[in-house]
């Protein structure tokens, strides 16, 4: 198993762009989050996914993001417009139910 | 709400020597699991260590550990025989049904 797959690792973007984040799950993975790091606030929860269906987005800090999980294997996080302060490391990750999360390698997202 | 709470930023240990990592939480739920994740420069997210609030017996993988104080909502982390490829940052993490609430951090650094 490749494990939970992120593209692009890194982005470098300019303020008002809109950006992309893709995340591919373990296959057979029924949820799938989306998390934000930072140095001041640490892991924030964005919004998680089960069976397809997002079920908590209130971690979504405003109206600029948005994600989509249009079917088992693939979800985006989309930020538009971006701007300096979104940038950050987003992880997705995804778990089977009852068992442990399996991480992403991340997306460093930078906004200039 | 609940949350999680690691009180030492940052830790040094010898190499070979053990060290302890403190973690506290706080939930009205009987049923959850606790984590600990360690972040290497690489910023990959890897599980160290699983416990189910259910089991008394404290895990145990390898040369890492837990003391689990279920009264207390305490959780640490023990490194035995420690080694330079430990060093990294490390995460407590509180699971109620689904999602990761994590705690700030500990950076662990490894002294030859």
């Known amino acids: 198993d490749a494990g939970v797959i992120q593209s692009p690792r890194h982005e470098v973007t300019e303020m008002g762009q809109e950006v992309t984040l893709r995340c591919k799950p373990i296959s057979g993975h029924d949820y799938l989050f989306w998390y934000r790091q930072t140095m001041m606030r640490g892991l924030e929860l964005l919004i998680y996914f089960n069976n397809n269906v997002p079920i908590d987005d209130s971690g979504m800090p405003e109206d600029r993001f948005s994600a989509k999980m249009p079917n088992a294997s693939f979800s985006t996080l989309k930020i538009q417009p971006s701007e300096p302060r979104d940038s950050a490391v987003y992880f997705c990750?995804?778990?089977?139910?009852?068992?442990?999360?399996?991480f992403g390698s991340g997306t460093r997202l930078t906004v200039v | 709400a609940q949350t999680v709470t690691q009180s030492q930023p940052e830790m040094s240990v010898q190499e070979a020597e053990t060290v302890t990592l403190s973690c506290t939480y706080d939930t009205s739920e009987s049923d959850y699991y606790l984590f600990w994740y360690k972040q290497p420069p690489s910023r990959q997210m890897i599980l160290v260590i699983r416990?189910?609030?259910?089991?008394?017996q404290n895990a145990t993988e390898n040369r890492f550990s837990v003391n689990f104080q279920k009264a207390a909502k305490s959780f640490s982390l023990k490194i035995s025989d420690s080694q330079l490829g430990d060093a990294a940052m490390y995460f407590c993490?509180?699971?109620?049904?689904?999602?990761?609430?994590f705690g700030t951090g500990t950076r662990l650094k490894v002294l030859a």
């Open positions: 416990q189910e609030a259910y089991k008394q």
């Open positions: 993490a509180y699971s109620g049904t689904y999602k990761y609430i």
């Open positions: 990750a995804s778990r089977p139910t009852g068992g442990s999360y399996t």
